[in-house]
């Protein structure tokens, strides 16, 4: 199972920064899932600064959600 998101911060560019329970912080990319109905909503910046973290990971006020996997798995480390 993958860390659990304690914490998220929207960046630049539609890019999260996500800190997990196992110490680390790692930069999300949302642009790829873009295309998608309820993650097309997050172009719009009001919407897309609604994020939180929820359960094991993270969501917007519209209901689009990531897959705590995911969330780990596809983001990047922040070197040191």
Known sequence: MSPKA???EVIENYELKVSFNNGETRIFD???YFGHKLFD???DEKI???VKVKGLSIEWDNGADICP???YNLSKEIEK
């Open 69 to 71: 996997d995911e969330l």
């Open 41 to 43: 909503e997050l172009k």
């Open 48 to 50: 897309f600064k609604t």
């Open 30 to 32: 949302v642009k790829p």
């Open 6 to 8: 304690i914490s998220v």
